[in-house]
């Protein structure tokens, strides 16, 4: 069979992809203490490359007290240059495009992460999650030098050798949370009405726009990552989103990207909505941006039904991990040999080490399963291990 997803894509920058299959951004939680690039790490990277056509590492906090979880990338010094620079080598084998992912935990995290320092946040509102802390609210200098710390990690990602980078405004980190109702009670111009709350998001992309405008010497992609809806009172919904979708569609953006734990999953919030919400999301953009869904996608077949869906890339996570040749057997007409299982006699040879293999496990993968249960709907709206 022909399969669509092998084609190749070119962006209107000029980058042209070798085919439409993305590994999503995935915690490993096995950078170094400091946020360095760890040998384990490149381990990883260098077993899963060279396939698809584009690769999103895991993220990396842009400001020091962005960082959210343990073994987390940082991008906040040049000191990390070096490091990143071997990253994005590593994953660029085989003509596949290597993108970073930048964020700020905002509320997500602790003051043990932050060794001492509160969290911060849009509004002084706790995330409903058990013993989440109190935020700080941002002054409004602290959010500009935020916004501009996205621009200077731009800078950082272009001078390390990277593809591009994705900013992350998903899984209720803190682009999310000035986009949200819940985390964002300001009443000045970052938040309050719908338009108010779209601007920090608009301008950490102006910021890294501006930062691709000065710094790159060749095609450089800028994408950003929305989680469609929130199920808190108050919270986002997916009218909110649809209406933000349109202006992102404006923006100087390369791609837009949807984290979900399921591609066809319909509103989280509305019961009678009978449309998948990336179609619905694929609506609004007509044609403005190539969209990126991914979630509970395995076969070739699976992906194949999002190409016939009009979406122009599909993101394998969980199933990347499972078998990192994916792309290459499905080119050289070996599905058959596609591994669909974990088991612990092939952790190693896909780059799996302890620390990452814990963090799956904490998540929910069973590296002795059989193969043909999911169970995945949820964990990229709601954890970090498919939203890095």
Known sequence: MTYTFLQPYTFKNGMTVKNRIVIPPMTEASALQDGTVSRDELAYFRQHTGGVGLFIGPVAN???DGKGFEGELAITQDDFIPGLSEMASTMKRNGTKAILQIFHAGRMTNSKILRGTQP????????PRPGMAIPRALTDTE?????????????RAIQAGFDGVEIHGANTYLIQQFFSPHSNRRQDQ??????NRM?????VIKAVKAAVDQYATQPFLVGYRISPEEIEQPGIRLEETLKFVDVLAQQPLDYLHVSMGNVWRKSLNDPAEQEATNLRIQKVLAGRLPLIVVGSLKTPADVQKVMDAGITFAALGRESLREPKWVEK???NLEGTIRYQFNQETIAERGINNNFRKYLMGMGIDFNEDGHSEGQSGMQQSSPIFSK
């Open 143 to 155: 959010t500009r030098q935020i916004i501009d710390d996205f621009g200077t990690a731009t800078r």
């Open 62 to 64: 842009v400001s020091a």
């Open 190 to 195: 970052w938040g309050g009405t719908l338009e």
């Open 330 to 332: 499905v080119a050289a």
């Open 199 to 203: 601007q920090f998001g608009l301008a």
């Open 120 to 127: 911060v946040s849009a509004s002084a509102v706790a995330s």
